[in-house]
């Protein structure tokens, strides 16, 4: 069975002064019941990247309003979803350092289908 995955994006600008961040991700990513797929963010700032940044990913279930948090990088570290429906099957690919904010997801289900927003915080 194949899965659509819809990466989204979300670019905070913060106080000012500030400098805009542009994230980008793929519009659209297939997997299939039991591979993985990478969702992709990078992003790019006129700004040097500083050591406050932050990276969350939220995941919007498919014929949900809500979204919930399952992944949060912060103060150099990648904090991974321990509990919730990607408990050890989620993994930080990512490298902000390259302006990467890329996760992988591993053995799919059909329970992933949904939008999945990668949001970007590059404070002063």
């Not at 905070?12 to 963010?41: D, F, K, N």
């Not at 006129?46 to 919007?60: A, L, R």
């Not at 490298?95 to 949001?119: A, K, M, Q, W, Y």
Request: charged content about 20%; aromatic content about 10%; some cysteine.
């Amino acid at each position: 069975r194949r899965l659509l995955l819809v990466a989204g994006l979300v670019a905070a600008l913060g106080v000012s002064p500030v400098s805009p961040i542009h994230v980008y991700t793929q519009r659209e990513v297939y997997g299939t019941v039991g591979s993985r797929v990478t969702l992709s963010c990078s992003f790019w700032s006129s700004e040097w990247i500083s050591e406050d940044i932050s990276i969350t990913w939220h995941f919007q279930a498919e014929g949900t309003r809500d979204s919930i948090s399952i992944f949060h990088y912060a103060k150099g570290q990648p904090y991974i979803d321990d509990v919730g429906t990607f408990k050890e099957r989620m993994e930080w690919a990512g490298n902000p350092r390259r302006r990467d904010g890329s996760i992988v997801i591993h053995s799919l289900e059909p329970s992933d289908n949904g939008t999945f927003t990668c949001d970007v915080k590059n404070p002063p």
